[in-house]
């Protein structure tokens, strides 16, 4: 029995690899159009390549490739620089809403070198718990940990859906209206995750970033907000990093250049464009260092 599961175990994964194959195929001769067949594959396939790729990461800062992530949405540059920024070293890490829950990113030796914590709101079809990797189910504004407990914390693309229409993911969470003009609740997100990191501890966060923009699940992050951000980590030195989406590719930018970007919500078409761009066209980076005291 055992050598037949093996022998079946074989042909699914060469039947879901051809299938795989097919649509990135499909994808590459339909135009690259987001969102459609072989979108997400082609896109899971490239953030392999790049967080890989040792050099490109460890540059990642300094030179991006032209036609770096042509018609990929943020991950494509988030991920590289996230990665660019983790330590080798072993320790605490926090993955504050479930963007490490993926074989090819807890398998990635920077992080299986690490005692990995995913904390999200509902279990997900992922799960490696036999790879010893911890999940904690709740709400990142009330993080059951006590102080000083994590050696590296990322909160990735995660910031924006805070007290946010979530439905759209599956579950229904009681939010603040989706309507209103700006919503800080992630103001008490960043504070948890300050007072969960030790002192030297490190914190990556990414959002997306340009003109103010609520798309109900989602909110876009502009200048106020990103400042009100960097109150809430008041002992430290941060670094931020700005990336925007061109008809070129994604490039490394700044803060003023990215002052004006909107994103293209896929679900409702707004905000949709003719430079390609899958979704936000602007993401905005920071890395915070904790003092001592």
Avoid at 64 to 88: A, C, M, N, Q, T
Avoid at 149 to 161: K, N, P
């Amino acid at each position: 029995m055992k050598f037949i599961k093996k022998i079946l175990l074989k042909a699914i994964s060469k039947y879901r690899s051809y299938a795989v194959s097919f649509r990135i195929k499909k994808y590459l001769k339909k135009g690259m159009i987001s969102w459609t067949p072989g979108y997400c594959e082609y896109k899971t396939l490239e953030i392999i390549k790049v967080i890989n790729n040792v050099n490109l990461v460890k540059d990642f800062n300094n030179k991006i490739p032209k036609g770096f992530g042509l018609r990929l949405d943020e991950r494509i540059v988030e991920y590289p620089w996230i990665f660019s920024h983790l330590s080798e070293r072993k320790g605490m890490l926090l993955d504050a809403g479930s963007t490490f829950n993926f074989e090819y990113i807890v398998n990635h030796p920077v992080v299986s070198n690490k005692q990995l914590l995913i904390f999200t709101f509902y279990p997900e079809t992922n799960n490696y718990s036999s790879k010893r990797i911890s999940y904690i189910y709740g709400d990142l504004r009330n993080i059951p940990f006590k102080d000083g407990v994590f050696d590296e914390i990322v909160c990735q693309s995660t910031l924006e859906h805070i007290d946010m229409d979530n439905s759209i993911y599956g579950y229904q969470i009681d939010n603040s209206s989706s309507k209103m003009e700006k919503n800080y609740e992630y103001v008490k997100v960043v504070s948890e995750l300050y007072r969960l990191l030790k002192p030297q501890g490190v914190l990556l966060i990414t959002v997306p970033y340009g003109k103010y923009e609520n798309h109900g699940f989602f909110q876009q992050f502009d200048r106020t907000m990103i400042d009100r951000l960097e109150i809430a980590l008041p002992n430290g030195e941060i670094e931020t990093d700005y990336f925007t989406y061109t008809l070129q590719g994604w490039k490394y930018s700044s803060m003023n250049d990215c002052n004006q970007s909107t994103s293209y919500n896929p679900h409702t078409g707004a905000g949709k464009g003719t430079d390609g761009a899958a979704h936000s066209r602007s993401v905005c980076c920071i890395k915070f260092i904790k003092g001592n005291n």
